[in-house]
């Protein structure tokens, strides 16, 4: 199948609070970047492991928004990575599904035709509630959400700046 050679995908749920800073995220992606060819967006991808593999097939770079909550982490913080940063996280996440860096191995294995990981993308929002239900961001993330707009959105430019690697 012929695709668009980038993919950019928002991660999260629409109705858990923080959780939903990459849909909101891809939606300012589509505003931005939507016009172009050569990019292909879904705001709103709620599958996570082996799921995800399918909104991944077929291009040659994947840019993936999500909220991301760590021990110790500050709200609004920015995190920029590749899938390369993962790799030493290929185990089983659950009995149910595999985390991503298991997926894509997997994916791999099975000949799909997956971007390197060198070529995948992830930027992470630091969050401070992902388990509320509502729509709007926390108290907390608000006041920090259009900083993080603009380093996801100029990280995004930058990337879309490069060639990307040739087809998987």
């Given amino acids: 199948m012929e695709r668009a050679g ?5 991660l999260g749920n629409p109705i858990l609070t923080d959780d939903a800073v990459g849909v909101r995220l891809a939606g300012e992606a589509r505003c931005r970047f939507g016009a172009r060819p050569d990019v292909e967006i879904h705001e709103e991808c709620p599958v996570g492991g082996l799921e995800l593999l399918a909104f991944l097939d077929g291009y040659r770079r994947a840019i993936v928004i999500d909220a991301i ?3 110790g982490g500050r709200t609004g913080d920015c995190y920029r990575f590749t899938a390369t940063a993962l790799r030493g996280t290929v185990n089983l996440n659950n009995v149910h599904d595999a985390n991503f860096a298991t997926a894509l191995a997997l994916g791999r294995r099975l000949g ?9 993308h992830v930027f992470a929002v630091e969050v ?3 388990l509320t239900f509502g729509t709007e961001l926390s108290a907390e993330l608000a006041p920090c959400y ?12 930058e990337l879309l700046a490069e060639a990307p690697a040739e087809a998987p």
Avoid: F, M
């Fill in 146 to 157: 259009p900083l993080c707009r603009e380093q996801v959105l100029a990280g995004i430019e």
């Fill in 112 to 120: 799909q035709r997956l971007p390197e990981d060198d070529e995948i």
């Fill in 6 to 10: 980038t993919v950019i995908l928002g």
């Fill in 128 to 130: 401070a509630d992902d």
């Fill in 69 to 71: 909550h760590t021990e």
